[in-house]
């Protein structure tokens, strides 16, 4: 069965440079959510969206923002870049009534 | 809101021997409960998920988990690990008053080592 695609898997930025993640959800699923999970540490909730509008948001920096498209695929797009923001950046996905979140392998962001 | 506390920030454990993994949440509303695992390097997969009916839910890798509404927990046991077991777990809940699509809110983790 598909799963959540995100893309790259692995990306190295250097400071004050823009980065940006792309999600793929599950066919069919209209909500995507982002989670940053930062080493040893547990997935914190950045922001969702359902059928292309934000429905939650979480503890996303103002550098940060997102956005999902027409075809449902969501780009999560990072400026100024901090060594902070190194972190595995996970994307997921819900059909609304679904009760189940499914997440991607993640986008590895290191900052230098 | 909703808050997830694991009782225990590491567990060893010698392999074929029985696990419990401990999980209180917290919240003003009824939740949806699961539990997620991550092998090194990788992105989180679903062991097991309480949404209702039956309190005792049997997830992949002959994982199980009870949830016990009166003491708000939804604790993760197998009878017998695997090295192949070891790797964070992660407890998480969600608010299910909304029908589903609601964040999930996760625990510290807890890390696993089956050792031979």
């Known amino acids: 069965a598909a799963g959540v695609i995100q893309s790259p898997r692995h990306l190295i930025k250097e400071k004050r440079e823009t980065a940006t993640l792309k999600c793929y959800p599950i066919?069919?699923?209209?909500?995507v959510y982002w989670y940053q999970q930062g080493p040893g540490q547990d997935p914190q909730f950045l922001i969702s969206?359902?059928?292309?509008?934000?429905?939650d948001k979480g503890s996303i920096p103002d550098r940060f923002s997102a956005q999902q498209f027409s075809d449902y695929h969501s780009e999560l797009n990072m400026s100024s870049l901090e060594l902070g923001d190194s972190a595995l950046y996970f994307c997921?996905?819900?059909?609304?009534?679904?009760?189940?979140?499914?997440f991607g392998e993640g986008s590895w962001l290191t900052v230098v | 809101a909703q808050s997830v506390t694991q009782l225990d920030s590491q567990v060893p454990v010698f392999e074929e021997a029985p696990v419990e993994l401990r999980c209180n949440y917290s919240?003003?509303?009824?939740?949806?409960l699961f539990w997620y695992v991550q092998y090194p390097n990788q992105g989180l997969q679903l062991l097991l998920k309480?949404?209702?009916?039956?309190?005792l839910v049997k997830g992949i890798n002959g994982f199980e988990a009870e949830f016990n509404k009166s003491q708000t927990s939804f604790h993760l046991r197998k009878p017998s690990v695997h090295i192949s077991d070891t790797a964070e777990y992660f407890c998480a809940v969600s608010d299910s008053s909304q029908g589903g699509s609601e964040k999930l809110v996760f625990g510290k983790g807890t890390k696993l080592t089956v050792n031979p």
């Open positions: 309480y949404l209702s009916g039956s309190t």
């Open positions: 066919p069919r699923h209209d909500t």
């Open positions: 997921a996905s819900s059909l609304t009534g679904g009760n189940t979140i499914y």
């Open positions: 969206f359902y059928e292309k509008m934000q429905s």
């Open positions: 919240s003003s509303v009824s939740v949806y």
